[in-house]
Structures are given as C-alpha cells and as structure tokens.
C-alpha cells in the first residue's frame, strides 16, 4: 500500500485526489493532509480518511481540530506544510496546493526522498532549476499531474531523449476563446469563470481564460522534460480531447487522448508505472465527430507571449511573472481591476525588474515578496 501526503486537500485538485483515493481503498492511504481554511471540508475528510497529521492555516484552527480529533496530530502555516511534504510514514507528496507557497515543501519533500506528484506549477515555474536539480541528486522521480504534462509524460514514456522534436501542448482557450479584445473589455467575473470544459479551482479558471495558465505549463514543460523553449508549441484545441503532443525526429507524432477529467492524470501519477481501473467517463470519438485544432495568436493571448519571454530569459523574471499575476488575478476577481488589466500589470511587473540569474532560493522567495508588495502598491495608486 502506498501512503500519501497531499497539500492543497480541499481545493479542486486535492478533492479529485480524494476521489482517486477513495476508490483505490485497497492500494492508497491518506496519511497527512495541508489545508487553508475550509475546517467544516478538512473535518470531513478526517472523518472518512483518518490521516494521522493535519496542518491548518492558522493556530486558533489546528487547536479546534485537535479538540475535535485528539488522537490526530495538528499543525498550522508554513512550517506545517513542510512537515505534511516530509511526513516520515508518506512515500507520495501530491503538491495540489496553489501558488507559489507550494515551492519550500516540495523542496523539502525532495530533500527527504519523497517520490512527488506535481500539480503546482509555480513550484517548477519560480524554481525549476534548482527543483530538477536536488531531484537528480536525490534520484526522486517528479511525475507531473496537470493534464497535458501527464500526456507528454505518458507519449515519451519508452522514447528516447534525442529523438524528441517538439512538444506541442494543448489549450482549451478558455471561457473568452470566441471574443476579439475589444470584446473582452466588459467582461465579467462569472463570465471568465465559466470554463466550457474543465472544472478547475477559481484562479486557475481566471489563468485559462487570458492563457497565463498555458505560459505557466510552458515554462514548467521546458523544466520538466528538459526541452528549449523552440521546441515547445502551444496549440488551440476546442474539444480538450487531445491533452497534448509529442512530435518526433522520423516525423511521427503520438497524442494523448481521453476525456477531461483530472482524476485521470492523478491516479496514473499515483500509480505509475502502473494503470488502475478508473470510473472516468470514456472517450467516444465516434459521439465527438470532429477535432478542430488552430495556431495560436500571441497578439490576442498576451500573457502566453509574457510566458515564453519570461522563460526564455530565465532568472528571476518568470518569478516575477508568477508573483504578479496571482496579484492581478486576486485584485481581478475581488473586483478591482477589469480583466484585460491582468495583462497591463503583468506587463508593467516584467519591464520594472532587473533581472537575476541564476537565484538561489532566498533571492527567489525575496524577488516574489518584493514583486507582489510592488504590483499591489502600483494597482492601489491606479485606482486612486
């Protein structure tokens, strides 16, 4: 039986891990949990699960829960999450936490020789090369979880590394896919949340609809696979069918398909090398009838050009290009900034930095620190 850890169990991901868990009684246990501040979800889930190690956003929190469930270890903040990620009894870490704040653990999780099953991009986005290299030097095994990595991962598994030519992931569009930018001056914050395929926390919503989200993947497959930013290809593929696309030297390529259900990449991540049984829906080509695939616009979809520019740079930009735009997203969704505003501020983050290269973690924990103050000041003296 393979013993889990997972930050990030109330949110979107680490509710589908939950699933993934619970129908696999028999090969998984959820020993050690990371949550924010959905007490009435996390009681739930200690009630069906019985992790022997919660870890809670605030004090006041962790000493309810151990009140509640005295034979349970609690913890609370950011030194919890990195007791979740190195829970010595866990041979998994599922990093399903969201942001940035996901970096430090799965570090730390590495350290301890933790396999990681990565859902947190901002871990490889704001840190990839020193994330790949305690990996190596740890021989750890980093399984991605987002869709369309697991579908690279999956196309190249048995290939080798030098008959790679492209990468080509995938992107739905998002809610806005048919509106020009004038179109998308007025529109709204229920409009961007709603996704015509995926089911998806919030943020990461507000992410596919201006293609921050696909930058983000970019920029974590070039760390992951270890491929130039010229070899990685994003196309525009309405159905989400196609999860994503790896063509080779002979002119082949190999595609990954299925329906859009994360539950999917989750359990391969957990069961890898091996393929369980899943309840997932089944892909019928024949009720789908037609794939459309189109060229990506960097014009309209400015914030994937943000991405390569940022990645194809290095340093501490793509830093600054996360820290930012989870700023800009937050002020969007409380209602402060419009939507096409993410793009400006974004954009005004990046053209204010001066770049370092080659950070070490302080410098990176520094530069998003530094940039998230900044981004806010700059959108609160626009507002005035």
């Known amino acids: ?149 697991s579908a690279i991962f999956q196309c190249i598994h048995g290939e080798q590394a030098k008959d790679l030519e492209r990468l080509i992931i995938t992107a739905s569009g998002g809610s806005f896919r048919h509106l020009n930018r004038e179109e998308l001056q007025h529109v709204t914050i229920e409009d961007a949340l709603n996704h015509p395929n995926w089911s998806m926390g919030a943020k990461i919503t507000i992410d596919s609809a201006t293609m921050m989200n696909k930058g983000l993947e970019v920029i974590e497959a070039h760390w992951l696979f270890n491929q130039p930013y010229d070899k990685i290809d994003v196309l525009l593929h309405y159905e989400s069918t196609v999860h994503s696309m790896v063509e080779f030297h002979d002119g082949s390529i190999i595609a990954h398909l299925g329906t859009p259900d994360m539950r999917i990449p989750i359990q391969y991540a957990l069961t890898y090398p091996n393929r369980f049984q899943t309840k997932a829906p089944r892909l019928r080509l024949e009720e789908i009838g037609t794939l459309h695939f189109s060229k990506m616009d960097f014009e309209r979809f400015r914030c994937l050009q943000f991405a390569y520019e940022a990645g194809r740079i290095g340093g501490t930009l793509p830093v600054v290009l996360n820290a930012a735009n989870e700023v800009c997203v937050h002020a969007f969704l409380n209602r402060k900034i419009n939507f096409l505003q993410i793009e400006d501020y974004v954009l005004w983050a990046l053209e204010n930095h001066e770049v370092i290269t080659n950070p070490d973690l302080d410098t990176i924990l520094a530069v998003d620190e530094e940039t998230r103050s900044k981004v806010e000041q700059y959108i609160h003296q626009s507002q005035i």
């Not at 190690?53 to 903040?77: M, R, W």
């Not at 010595?88 to 933790?114: E, M, Q, W």
């Not at 790949?132 to 369309?148: F, G, H, L, Y």
Request: hydrophobic fraction near 40%; aromatic fraction near 4%.
């Open 1 to 149: 039986m393979k013993c889990i850890s997972l930050l990030g169990a109330t949110g979107s991901i680490g509710k589908q891990t939950l699933d993934v868990i619970r129908s696999n009684k028999h090969e998984f246990q959820l020993v050690a949990i990371a949550v924010g501040k959905n007490i009435d979800s996390t009681r739930d889930i200690i009630k069906e699960f019985k992790p022997k190690f919660v870890s809670v956003h605030s004090k006041e929190d962790a000493v309810t829960l151990k009140n509640e469930f005295p034979y349970i270890h609690t913890t609370y903040g950011d030194e919890g999450l990195i007791e979740v990620a190195t829970y010595p009894d866990a041979h998994i870490l599922v990093n399903a936490i969201l942001g940035s704040i996901g970096l430090v653990p799965t570090l730390n999780a590495i350290k301890s020789g933790k396999t990681i099953a990565l859902a947190n991009k901002e871990t490889l986005v704001t840190a990839g090369h020193l994330v790949m290299e305690e990996a190596q030097k740890k021989n750890v095994s980093i399984i991605p979880v987002d869709s369309e990595h």
